[in-house]
């Protein structure tokens, strides 16, 4: 991604009035400039770095398909423009046509974030519904992850905001306070899933979102507990299974 400082250059056209990109609160400054590309408006470089760094560690990887297409950032009157692809609205906001379809995504989530904490040792820390695009796309995909299989279809799974990444668990936030008091599960996977299930139940063999927000987590944590789940790969690996063979269980309460 080119870094580009506008001192020398016009870059006027970044005061235009740009409209927010739907569904995002204003503190995610996600702009849309035309039908292709979307801005992410930040004051600090800190982000620019992060997606610099995300980028190298992912391209040798087949999980780079989770990471948005950036093309470059301005730097202007003490503010940066990031430039990425527009991709289709937030996972948070699809009504689903069927259960499968919704489980394919959070599963991508879910093995994003296995690779993310537990190879490369990282923390998105924000990894709630709203930075969770989708792309539609006309052929399946197959990625792996260990011994995890998972065919891709219909929607690929987009990831954006990468301001909290760090080497240090640092979430916020009605979710991150309930898993940073607990000692043994503090990752992305487990805030991931929390928001899904603030958000989303099944019912009726349906995929419902919720009018109201639902912070009762105490199945999951039971289910957590049940299988004695440790901060660790492959208890998490075994977490992830679970999931997969009892999905509809899991989100219905």
Same mark, same amino acid.
């Given at each position: 991604? $080119? ?52 980028? $190298? ?45 919704? &489980? ?20 998105? $820390? ?55 008091? $607990? ?20 019912? &009726? ?49």
């Amino acid at each position: 991604m $080119n870094v580009i400082d506008c001192k020398d250059i016009d870059c006027s056209f970044l005061k235009k009035k740009f409209k927010l990109f739907e569904n995002q609160g204003t503190g995610g400054f996600i702009l849309i400039h035309n039908e292709k590309l979307l801005i992410k408006k930040i004051n600090k470089i800190n982000e620019i770095n992060n997606i610099i760094k995300i980028i $190298n560690l992912f391209k040798n990887y087949q999980y780079r398909i989770f990471i948005t297409s950036y093309y470059k950032a301005y730097i202007y009157e003490n503010e940066y423009y990031i430039f990425m692809k527009r991709y289709d609205n937030s996972i948070r906001f699809i009504e689903y046509d069927n259960i499968s379809e919704f &489980k394919n995504l959070i599963q991508q989530a879910l093995i994003f974030t296995l690779f993310l904490n537990f190879d490369l040792n990282l923390y998105h $820390n924000d990894l709630h519904l709203k930075n969770c695009l989708f792309k539609k796309i006309n052929h399946s995909i197959s990625i792996k992850f260990r011994y995890l299989k998972l065919t891709i279809k219909n929607k690929l799974l987009k990831i954006i905001d990468f301001n909290t990444l760090s080497d240090k668990i640092n979430q916020h936030g009605i979710i991150g306070r309930k898993i940073l008091k $607990n000692k043994k599960i503090k990752n992305d996977f487990i805030y991931f899933l929390l928001s899904c299930l603030t958000y989303f139940r099944i019912s &009726k063999n349906k995929v419902i979102i919720q009018k109201t927000k639902n912070f009762n987590y105490n199945n999951i944590f039971q289910i957590i507990k049940n299988l004695n789940i440790q901060n660790n790969l492959d208890d998490f690996i075994e977490l992830y299974k679970y999931i997969d063979l009892n999905f509809n269980k899991v989100f219905s309460f």
